[in-house]
């Protein structure tokens, strides 16, 4: 099961990031760093399904893409003054919370446990850096998208005031 869920996802991270390389008005650095990551980390899990809970964080973070995605279309509709656009952005938030970065702590004792008792080095080597280094490139990246998230869900808020 594992084994098909890694294959998902590298597949979506791949179209993706070929998607970016295609229309490069949609990308910038940290998409494309995120993506690139997603495809490491997938194609890693398909070949090394050593560390599933560890890899399977990079899966759940894309439970708030249908938010982020809506936000984009109601955006590019012009509708960023509706409802359905303010109702979709506190989604979001909420999501994006929930899923990018309320799960790092956690992320990280786990993994500070894994490093200290010696156990993380008895896997292979990709997946050990998908999951120290991809992770910690995606709870990075997660942390600056939150911030500028967190800055237009005060500005809506302060449009509505006016």
């Known amino acids: 099961m594992t084994h098909n869920i890694y294959a998902v996802f590298f597949g979506y991270s791949a179209a993706d990031l070929l998607l970016m390389f295609k229309y490069p008005s949609v990308a910038n650095l940290g998409f494309i760093i995120h993506h690139m990551v997603s495809v490491y980390i997938g194609f890693t899990g398909i070949i090394y399904p050593e560390v599933p809970w560890y890899c399977n964080i990079c899966k759940m973070m894309e439970l708030s893409s249908p938010f982020t995605n809506m936000r984009v279309l109601l955006s590019g509709f012009g ?3 509706s409802r359905a656009y303010v109702i979709n952005g506190v989604a ?3 999501v994006f919370f929930l899923c990018r970065i309320l799960p790092v702590p956690i992320y990280w004792y786990h993994m500070a446990q894994l490093i200290s008792t010696g ?9 050990m850096i998908g999951s120290t280094v991809g992770i910690a490139a995606y709870h990075v990246l997660n942390v600056i998208w939150f911030k500028k998230i967190c800055v237009g869900a005060v500005q809506v808020i302060n449009d509505m005031k006016d």
């Open 92 to 94: 979001m938030l909420v």
């Open 119 to 127: 156990r993380l080095w008895e896997v292979h080597l990709h997946p």
């Open 79 to 81: 509708l960023r003054k």
